[in-house]
């Protein structure tokens, strides 16, 4: 099995397990869920990867990234509100 491969099987079933984890306590706890599982990934795979897989990695992680201000700049804005 491919590097690629198995990455893809592990965040598979990570998803799988954030959503269990998350249906009870909404989207936000999912997203921030995601975003952990794929900085773990990528910190564990750092000298696996080629650069550009890494490159895609990184995509990943900014795009979970700006979603999770989002939501944290939300929560302030209701608690402030």
Known sequence: MLIWQKLLVTMFIWTIVSILISLSAGLEVFVTLEIIGLLVVREFTEGLLPR??????????????????????????????
């Open 52 to 81: 550009e897989m890494k490159d895609r990695f990184d995509f990943f992680i900014y795009a979970g990234l700006v979603v999770f201000v989002i939501i944290v700049i939300r929560r302030v804005w209701l608690a402030l509100s």
